[in-house]
């Protein structure tokens, strides 16, 4: 393929609840598609992180200025583009995980659709719907928090993930393990909250039988996490640590995670995630496709990832209600606590028209 075209959207879509982490509040999806034409077919693609870098160190502006100064030009000078090629051509650019992973996304969304073949079939996807687990966010009480977790139960959602910092620990916990049993599936996320000082405070949450906790610790401290589990019974899983096959097989090889959240996004695009995968699965370690809150243009592709047979365990994969009221594909509706794999060619998916002019917040052209 050539690149003739590369188009960003920005859009504004408003939450239906405000989602509260360790590390902010969010109330609108605020970020920009990439829309790319070649020679063959045209691609979609989402930018998966926030405007501000409280996340990780990407945000929507400084996201845009690395596509249009550094990695859309390196990827429009290939004479035979294809999704394998956007890697290598964009390696000598330092970091931007996110960034990239956005371009190749749209290349091979376009690529896909060229031979007409699902992004599911090209991963090697066993499951034709994936199970829906879902995030929950930090709340002003426990009644608050009660309250939703039961809304999400009777939806069908098969495991919760409850946001978690200090201060909203063990008492959350506790109280959804005396409401809804021990039998529920639960785990928690602390999105970097907390200091290898706090092990003996999270040793407290061991005794709730949690399927893991995810990155208790600072992103950069992958020994940290080591240490911790020597100390927690509870699995260490990461999610902000990892960016990259081999920083995955480290830390599974220095036991700093017995669980790994794999988001395509952050590991520069679902090529690397494959491999991450693969590399867990090598090792006997479960992995689950982890969410950024997106629309529909970046949910289909992680209903693909979240269909290879390594990921034993529900994701944040939720359905595209728990986020918007409106959303700018066809919504992913759960069906008996699962959502399908998308069977199109590509992503499977494409905007709206209507939806996605109503949500646009501006467009800029980066090729073309
Ligand atoms: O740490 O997994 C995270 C949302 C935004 C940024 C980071 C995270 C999350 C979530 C929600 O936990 C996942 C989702 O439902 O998309
Ligand atoms: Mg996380």
Same mark, same amino acid.
């Given at each position: 393929m050539k690149l003739e075209r590369v188009e960003l959207v920005q859009v504004a879509i408003p939450l239906v609840t405000p989602f509260r982490t360790s590390f902010g509040t969010m109330t609108t999806k605020d970020t920009f598609l990439l829309h790319v034409v070649t020679d063959t077919a045209e691609g979609w693609s989402e930018f998966a992180a926030d405007p501000e870098p409280l996340y990780c160190s990407e945000f929507v502006a400084g996201a845009e200025i690395v596509l249009r100064d550094f990695l859309v030009p390196r990827v429009a000078a290939l004479r035979d583009l294809t999704a394998a090629a956007v890697g290598p051509a964009t390696a000598k650019v330092k970091g931007h995980e996110l960034a990239k992973a956005t371009l190749e996304t749209a290349v091979l969304d376009a690529e896909l659709r060229t031979y007409g073949m699902p992004l599911s079939v090209f991963l090697g996807s066993v499951r034709d719907r994936v199970p829906a687990g879902v995030s929950v966010g930090i709340k002003d009480s426990v009644g608050e928090l009660l309250d939703d977790v039961e809304r999400y139960l009777a939806e069908g959602y098969v495991r919760i993930k409850l946001k978690?910092?200090?201060?909203? $620990?063990?008492?959350?916990?506790?109280?959804?393990?005396?409401?809804?049993?021990? !039998?529920l599936p639960l785990q928690v996320d602390a999105n970097t909250a907390y200091g290898l000082a706090d092990a003996e405070h999270l040793r407290r949450l061991d005794e709730f039988g949690l399927l893991l906790i995810e990155e208790p610790l600072e992103e950069d401290n992958l020994h940290g996490h080591a240490r911790l589990?020597?100390?927690?019974?509870?699995?260490?899983?990461?999610?902000?640590?990892?960016?990259?096959?081999?920083?995955? !097989? !480290?830390?599974?090889?220095?036991d700093a995670c017995r669980v790994v959240n794999v988001k395509p996004a952050r590991v520069g695009g679902y090529l690397e !995630?494959?491999?991450?995968? $693969?590399?867990?699965?090598?090792?006997?370690?479960?992995?689950?496709?982890?969410?950024?809150?997106?629309?529909?243009?970046?949910?289909?592709?992680? &209903?693909?990832?979240?269909?290879?047979? @390594?990921?034993? &365990?529900? @994701? $944040?994969?939720?359905?595209s209600g728990r986020y918007f009221a409106e959303d700018i594909t066809e919504p992913f509706v759960l069906e008996d606590g699962h959502l399908p794999v998308p069977t199109g060619p590509g992503i499977g998916i494409e905007p709206l028209p209507d939806a996605l002019r109503r949500f646009t917040r501006g467009r800029r052209e980066l090729l073309g």
């Open positions: 978690i910092e200090p201060g909203w $620990d063990i008492e959350p916990v506790r109280a959804v393990r005396r409401r809804f049993g021990d !039998a589990q020597r100390r927690i019974a509870t699995p260490v899983c990461l999610d902000e640590s990892l960016h990259g096959a081999r920083d995955t !097989a !480290a830390a599974i090889a220095m !995630a494959r491999r991450i995968h $693969d590399v867990a699965r090598a090792h006997g370690v479960p992995v689950w496709c982890g969410g950024m809150l997106e629309t529909g243009i970046g949910r289909a592709p992680n &209903l693909a990832l979240a269909a290879l047979p @390594g990921f034993t &365990l529900p @994701g $944040d994969t939720s359905a």
